[in-house]
């Protein structure tokens, strides 16, 4: 079975700074992933949508702006609405750190701050998905 | 798992994309239920039409598909759209970057997007991504765009699922030559300059035309050269009455039918290869016989037969057993 | 130039030592890589001496500060007449909070403002707009009218600062917005003094912040050089910048060269709009990246203006020296700073600020050190502020010009960058320029190759990054974090909702009727925007104007 981990790498915000996103998602696909990018200027409701139809195991939000107590809780709860809790929310960007509790407990499972090597970001994920994938297996 | 694909294919017949995303997760990952899901939906199938859009990378295909697809939806079309990047094959990883382009379609309850890697097969559509537009016919597409990166292999492959391919081009890229010697160009139906405000295009658009004439791919269908500018729409009104005209064109001069019989034949011929040779794989050991033809007591086409007949009996005449 | 006689004995003297001394030397202690490299990873050299630079021709090459062909410093006696203008880049929240906080920096001895908007805002859209949930007023100051702008310059009288805005593509809104305060408060416009950024193509390229295509996008900005030179005398009319391709991952020639074809796409833009080369070209004004790299940076800015200045005049034509002067404002590198260990920080922006001045900088932005974490707080502004005047007051290297000018090693830098961002340009001008180079990708590829490539350098360990990858430590979350007020979205959407029920919405629509008329039609756009923003013409209504008029631009996003 050719199973391959399918992550969606989004931007929601208006902030334009890709690098970190970009920078994330050609580290997976180097780690074997199939990564989609949705570009910047992304909606909560278009990211979900994506993630919906491209049936993915994580979506990984980037966000430099200070927005993210906004938009990343309301990218969880489109998800759990449309999909239940199959799919890992990962985030990254200039997060401060008394953010990262409030953030977990709306069901981000992991911040990534800056600095944080990709490989670290990688194992997170194979291992998060390898545990969900077990437990959801038909 | 006889329950979970009831209950996938009960919210694939309402309409849930969740489900036909997950449907073509199964497939795409080979696993059995997706086999099973496949055979039933088939028979619901047949209803779509295909466009292949295929053409080198930054030719703009996404942003001509983006723009297709919101017409189509301005003409009450239910779209499909399956984005196929390549697979790396070093890392067995890809990066799918369709999407960026196509953002307003995303929330577009008319509209499915799915992107897809290659997954070993070159470059080409991958099994799974013909199967996923089985899949999206039978949830109720009227069209379904497949968009390739054109390298080689995958161009040609557009040709095994489309019952009209567009190929794009755009002024300036210098191998509009390459593509003639390359034979790339008897695959297309329509052509597209696109990029069109760009300095010499009619250039290529007479270029394009004068080989056209010397070679067409089905009888008494010239294939169309359009110019666009994808990002403003212009000429995608142009280019989706050219689809539409090439489908009359099919269905009118009874083309349509046999091109799709020879497909499915052909398919089903590549299926019948695959099956066997996955099945030589699995079942047939091979050491004995290597020995034996590396020390010239067999040589390597009885060799073959002979491991043919093991799977298929009647098929070999040196068969052992 | 020295005789070939004395290069050659170099060289045989500097081979004698290599086999002599150093290979004894590297057989008792290795050397630390087998290769040194510079922080865009181009290889260096383990001494430099004359014969690197042989090639070399003082006055054709560096010549006199003031002086064609610049490399020296633009000014004749640069910081000895004048240190260069520190500013400080702020903004956040209401135009109220940003205002007060701008008064503290003018208080604290800092010489000029640098005003930094809201995402809505650089993207056109109001506060009220479901885009702009969330990010009104976090990373800059939220301005949806003129009424903002009114209360962000209360009690600063614009005769007296100047005032650089980063703002992009909304950029003439916001300039006739700063005009029409200037009208208010009985300031002559030929006495602003300020710069807007208006640099559309590394947005495509790098920054993100575009709303219009490329084609009305010029348009705005060359209508903008032409109003401005005949209104705006001493206004810089855009800030060319290197700062964010760099951020985005550029290597330090990479800058340079993007930079400057970015630079050509608008003197070319200028010049096919009807505007002679010396009227404009003098206000141009360019914005670059001090990264961590001492030397390498401090050669970059040479090269940049060394090679800018030969562009104008032997490309161009030009024949005022001001049209050939690269005048720059610097930031130091946002993405070198860490959340480990904030206040390491510190000494980073130090040194890469010392390469700016070193560099022959016109006005300086130094980060504050908690700006990997959350947008500055006052006491990190002040360090950073503090910083600058150190160095300016007491380090001694002010106080004469270009000192490391002749240093083998810079000299050989600087000579290497102008070749290889020369290169670059070419390459571009053979895509057709900057703006095709852009639709095609080509820009935005290679800086994200030189970003994955530097990522990966650190983490294979090739690169150290102090309290990153070496050095760390296990240490608290820090306090006193700077946050944004969420009340600051719905104090701007209330105002918003008064100022419609209070204006004279009839002009209002007259205003954008006009703008309509005139943004299908080839007259100067900047007159048409002026009015709108004096009748209170909200900067989203403005803009969808535009939009509908223009088009939006869509990314070509190559990952």
């Given at each position: 079975?050719?199973?391959?981990?399918?992550v969606?790498?989004?931007k929601?915000?208006?902030?334009?700074h890709?690098?970190?996103?970009?920078?994330?998602?050609?580290?997976?696909?180097?780690?074997?992933?199939?990564?989609?990018?949705?570009?910047?200027?992304?909606?909560?409701?278009q990211?979900v949508?994506?993630?919906?139809?491209?049936?993915?195991?994580?979506?990984?939000?980037s966000?430099?702006?200070?927005?993210?107590l906004?938009?990343?809780?309301?990218?969880v709860?489109?998800?759990?609405?449309q999909?239940g809790?199959?799919?890992?929310?990962?985030?990254?960007?200039?997060?401060?750190?008394?953010?990262?509790?409030?953030?977990k407990e709306?069901?981000?499972?992991?911040?990534?701050?800056?600095?944080?090597?990709?490989?670290?970001?990688?194992?997170?994920?194979?291992?998060?998905?390898?545990?969900?994938?077990?437990?959801?297996?038909? | 798992?006889?329950?979970?694909i009831?209950?996938?294919?009960?919210?694939?017949?309402?309409?849930?994309?969740?489900?036909?995303?997950?449907?073509?997760?199964?497939?795409?990952?080979?696993?059995?239920e997706?086999?099973?899901?496949?055979?039933?939906?088939?028979?619901?199938?047949?209803?779509?039409?295909?466009?292949?859009?295929?053409?080198?990378?930054?030719?703009?295909?996404?942003?001509?598909?983006?723009?297709?697809v919101?017409?189509?939806?301005?003409?009450?079309?239910?779209?499909?759209?399956?984005?196929?990047?390549?697979?790396?094959?070093?890392?067995?990883?890809?990066?799918?970057?369709?999407?960026?382009?196509?953002?307003?379609?995303?929330l577009?309850?008319?509209?499915?997007i799915?992107?897809?890697?290659?997954?070993?097969?070159?470059?080409?559509?991958?099994?799974?991504?013909?199967?996923?537009?089985v899949?999206?016919?039978?949830?109720?597409?009227?069209?379904?765009?497949?968009?390739?990166?054109?390298?080689g292999?995958?161009?040609?492959?557009?040709?095994?699922v489309?019952?009209t391919?567009?190929?794009?081009?755009?002024?300036?890229?210098?191998?509009?030559?390459?593509?003639?010697?390359?034979?790339?160009?008897?695959?297309?139906?329509?052509?597209?300059?696109?990029?069109?405000?760009?300095?010499?295009?009619?250039?290529?658009?007479?270029?394009?035309?004068?080989?056209?004439?010397?070679?067409?791919?089905?009888?008494?269908?010239l294939?169309?050269?359009?110019?666009?500018?994808?990002?403003?729409?212009?000429?995608?009104?142009?280019?989706?009455?050219a689809?539409?005209?090439?489908?009359?064109?099919?269905?009118?001069?009874g083309?349509?039918?046999p091109?799709?019989?020879?497909?499915?034949?052909?398919?089903?011929?590549?299926?019948?290869?695959?099956?066997?040779?996955?099945?030589?794989?699995?079942?047939?050991?091979?050491?004995?016989?290597l020995?034996?033809?590396?020390?010239?007591?067999?040589?390597?086409?009885s060799?073959?037969?002979?491991?043919?007949?093991?799977?298929?009996?009647?098929?070999?005449?040196?068969?052992?057993? | 130039?020295?005789?070939?006689?004395?290069?050659?004995?170099?060289?045989?003297?500097?081979?004698a030592?290599?086999?002599q001394?150093?290979?004894?030397?590297?057989?008792?202690?290795?050397?630390?890589?087998?290769?040194?490299?510079?922080?865009?990873?181009?290889p260096?050299?383990?001494?430099?001496?004359?014969?690197d630079?042989?090639?070399?021709d003082?006055l054709?090459?560096l010549?006199?500060p003031?002086?064609?062909?610049?490399?020296?410093?633009?000014?004749?006696?640069?910081?000895?007449?004048?240190?260069w203008?520190?500013?400080q880049?702020?903004?956040?929240?209401?135009?109220?909070?940003?205002?007060?906080?701008?008064?503290?920096?003018?208080?604290?001895?800092?010489?000029?403002?640098?005003?930094a908007?809201d995402?809505?805002?650089?993207?056109?859209?109001?506060?009220?707009?479901?885009?702009?949930?969330?990010?009104?007023?976090?990373?800059?100051?939220?301005?949806?009218?003129?009424?903002?702008?009114?209360?962000?310059?209360?009690?600063?009288?614009?005769?007296?600062?100047?005032?650089?805005?980063?703002?992009?593509?909304?950029?003439a809104?916001?300039?006739?917005?700063?005009?029409a305060?200037?009208?208010?408060q009985?300031?002559?416009?030929?006495?602003?003094?300020g710069?807007?950024?208006?640099?559309?193509l590394?947005?495509?390229?790098?920054r993100?912040?575009?709303?219009?295509?490329?084609?009305?996008?010029?348009?705005?900005?060359t209508?903008?050089?032409?109003?401005c030179?005949?209104?705006?005398?001493?206004?810089?009319?855009?800030?060319i910048?290197g700062y964010?391709?760099r951020?985005?991952?550029?290597?330090?020639?990479?800058?340079i060269?993007?930079?400057?074809?970015?630079?050509?796409?608008?003197?070319?833009?200028?010049?096919?709009a009807?505007?002679?080369?010396?009227?404009?070209?003098?206000?141009?004004?360019?914005?670059?990246?001090?990264?961590?790299?001492?030397?390498?940076?401090?050669?970059?800015?040479?090269?940049?203006?060394?090679?800018?200045?030969?562009?104008?005049?032997?490309?161009?034509?030009?024949?005022?020296?001001?049209?050939m002067?690269?005048?720059?404002?610097?930031?130091?590198?946002?993405?070198?700073l860490?959340?480990?260990?904030p206040?390491?920080?510190?000494?980073?922006v130090?040194?890469?600020?010392?390469?700016?001045v070193?560099g022959?900088?016109?006005?300086?932005?130094?980060?504050?050190?908690?700006?990997?974490l959350?947008?500055?707080?006052?006491?990190?502004?002040?360090?950073a502020?503090?910083?600058?005047?150190?160095?300016?007051y007491?380090?001694g290297?002010?106080?004469?010009?270009?000192?490391?000018?002749?240093?083998?090693?810079?000299?050989?830098?600087?000579?290497?960058?102008?070749?290889?961002?020369?290169?670059?340009?070419?390459?571009?001008?053979?895509?057709?320029?900057?703006?095709?180079?852009?639709?095609?990708?080509?820009?935005q590829?290679?800086i994200?190759?030189?970003?994955?490539?530097?990522?990966?350098?650190v983490?294979?360990?090739?690169?150290?990054?102090?309290?990153?990858?070496?050095?760390?430590?296990e240490?608290e979350?820090?306090?006193?974090?700077?946050?944004?007020?969420?009340?600051?979205?719905?104090?701007?959407?209330?105002?918003?909702?008064?100022?419609?029920a209070?204006?004279?919405?009839?002009?209002?629509?007259?205003?954008?009727?006009e703008?309509?008329?005139?943004?299908?039609?080839?007259?100067?756009?900047?007159?048409?925007?002026?009015?709108a923003?004096?009748?209170?013409?909200?900067?989203?209504?403005?803009?969808?104007?535009?939009?509908?008029?223009?088009?939006?631009?869509?990314?070509?996003?190559?990952?």
């Amino acid at each position: 079975m050719m199973r391959k981990i399918r992550v969606l790498i989004a931007k929601p915000g208006l902030d334009g700074h890709d690098r970190g996103a970009k920078v994330i998602a050609r580290a997976l696909r180097d780690a074997g992933m199939e990564v989609i990018y949705t570009g910047i200027r992304q909606t909560p409701e278009q990211i979900v949508a994506a993630a919906v139809q491209e049936d993915v195991d994580v979506v990984g939000l980037s966000l430099l702006s200070g927005a993210h107590l906004h938009l990343f809780p309301k990218v969880v709860k489109l998800l759990r609405e449309q999909v239940g809790d199959k799919v890992l929310v990962i985030g990254g960007g200039i997060i401060p750190e008394e953010d990262i509790p409030i953030l977990k407990e709306q069901g981000v499972a992991a911040i990534f701050g800056p600095g944080t090597p990709t490989s670290v970001i990688i194992d997170f994920i194979k291992e998060k998905v390898g545990e969900k994938s077990q437990g959801t297996s038909a | 798992m006889e329950k979970m694909i009831e209950e996938l294919l009960k919210e694939f017949r309402q309409g849930s994309k969740r489900a036909a995303a997950r449907i073509i997760s199964l497939i795409e990952n080979e696993a059995p239920e997706g086999k099973e899901i496949l055979r039933v939906l088939y028979k619901e199938s047949g209803r779509s039409y295909i466009v292949g859009i295929t053409g080198p990378a930054g030719a703009g295909k996404s942003t001509l598909t983006d723009a297709l697809v919101k017409l189509m939806r301005h003409r009450g079309y239910r779209v499909g759209v399956v984005a196929v990047d390549p697979t790396s094959p070093f890392t067995g990883g890809a990066l799918l970057g369709d999407r960026v382009r196509m953002s307003d379609l995303t929330l577009d309850p008319g509209v499915f997007i799915r992107s897809m890697a290659s997954r070993g097969h070159l470059g080409g559509l991958s099994w799974a991504a013909r199967d996923a537009l089985v899949v999206l016919d039978a949830f109720g597409c009227d069209y379904i765009l497949v968009e390739t990166v054109g390298a080689g292999q995958s161009q040609v492959d557009v040709v095994k699922v489309a019952d009209t391919v567009v190929l794009v081009t755009v002024p300036g890229l210098g191998d509009d030559i390459q593509a003639a010697k390359a034979g790339i160009m008897e695959i297309g139906d329509i052509f597209v300059v696109n990029k069109a405000d760009r300095g010499d295009a009619d250039q290529v658009v007479r270029y394009l035309q004068s080989i056209l004439e010397q070679q067409t791919k089905t009888e008494g269908w010239l294939p169309p050269v359009i110019k666009t500018v994808a990002w403003r729409g212009e000429g995608v009104e142009e280019l989706l009455d050219a689809v539409e005209r090439h489908r009359s064109f099919l269905v009118n001069s009874g083309h349509l039918d046999p091109l799709r019989k020879m497909r499915l034949k052909e398919e089903i011929i590549e299926r019948v290869e695959r099956l066997i040779f996955a099945r030589l794989k699995k079942e047939v050991r091979m050491d004995g016989v290597l020995e034996e033809v590396y020390s010239r007591q067999l040589d390597p086409l009885s060799a073959a037969e002979a491991l043919v007949g093991e799977i298929i009996p009647q098929a070999g005449s040196a068969g052992r057993k | 130039m020295l005789k070939e006689e004395a290069l050659q004995a170099i060289r045989a003297a500097k081979d004698a030592w290599e086999t002599q001394k150093v290979q004894k030397a590297i057989a008792k202690h290795p050397e630390r890589h087998e290769q040194f490299m510079t922080g865009s990873g181009y290889p260096v050299e383990r001494l430099y001496t004359p014969v690197d630079i042989a090639d070399l021709d003082y006055l054709r090459d560096l010549g006199f500060p003031g002086e064609y062909p610049f490399t020296r410093g633009v000014q004749p006696t640069m910081y000895r007449g004048r240190f260069w203008t520190m500013r400080q880049y702020a903004g956040f929240g209401t135009a109220e909070e940003s205002n007060q906080r701008y008064k503290f920096l003018l208080s604290q001895g800092q010489t000029g403002l640098s005003v930094a908007f809201d995402l809505p805002t650089q993207i056109g859209y109001d506060s009220d707009h479901p885009m702009a949930e969330g990010e009104v007023g976090k990373v800059g100051v939220a301005i949806d009218s003129l009424a903002d702008m009114e209360v962000l310059f209360n009690e600063i009288p614009l005769d007296k600062v100047s005032t650089s805005m980063t703002i992009n593509a909304p950029a003439a809104i916001l300039l006739c917005m700063y005009m029409a305060v200037a009208e208010k408060q009985g300031v002559p416009f030929n006495k602003l003094r300020g710069t807007i950024q208006n640099d559309i193509l590394k947005e495509y390229a790098a920054r993100g912040t575009y709303i219009f295509p490329p084609e009305p996008s010029m348009r705005l900005i060359t209508d903008i050089f032409a109003f401005c030179s005949k209104e705006l005398p001493e206004w810089n009319t855009i800030s060319i910048s290197g700062y964010h391709i760099r951020e985005a991952g550029a290597t330090a020639a990479q800058e340079i060269a993007f930079t400057l074809a970015d630079a050509i796409a608008y003197v070319e833009a200028a010049l096919k709009a009807g505007l002679q080369v010396d009227e404009f070209a003098p206000r141009l004004s360019f914005f670059f990246n001090a990264h961590n790299d001492f030397f390498e940076e401090i050669a970059k800015f040479r090269a940049a203006r060394r090679l800018w200045a030969k562009i104008m005049k032997e490309r161009f034509g030009a024949k005022d020296p001001r049209s050939m002067m690269l005048r720059f404002h610097t930031q130091t590198a946002g993405c070198t700073l860490t959340a480990q260990q904030p206040m390491n920080n510190i000494v980073r922006v130090a040194i890469q600020a010392l390469a700016a001045v070193l560099g022959g900088t016109q006005s300086l932005h130094t980060n504050s050190y908690d700006e990997a974490l959350a947008l500055p707080c006052e006491e990190a502004v002040r360090i950073a502020l503090r910083t600058q005047q150190i160095i300016a007051y007491e380090s001694g290297v002010a106080e004469t010009i270009d000192p490391l000018g002749g240093s083998y090693y810079v000299e050989a830098l600087t000579n290497r960058l102008e070749k290889e961002a020369q290169d670059y340009i070419a390459k571009i001008d053979a895509m057709g320029g900057a703006v095709k180079a852009i639709e095609q990708g080509y820009i935005q590829r290679e800086i994200q190759d030189s970003a994955y490539r530097y990522q990966k350098e650190v983490e294979s360990g090739r690169r150290t990054v102090v309290g990153v990858n070496k050095f760390q430590m296990e240490e608290e979350p820090p306090k006193n974090l700077l946050k944004v007020d969420p009340a600051v979205g719905e104090a701007q959407k209330k105002k918003l909702k008064e100022l419609k029920a209070q204006r004279d919405n009839r002009q209002v629509a007259r205003c954008l009727e006009e703008l309509r008329r005139v943004a299908s039609s080839t007259e100067n756009i900047i007159p048409a925007i002026y009015e709108a923003v004096k009748a209170y013409a909200t900067l989203g209504e403005i803009c969808d104007v535009l939009r509908d008029v223009f088009g939006e631009y869509r990314p070509l996003d190559i990952v």
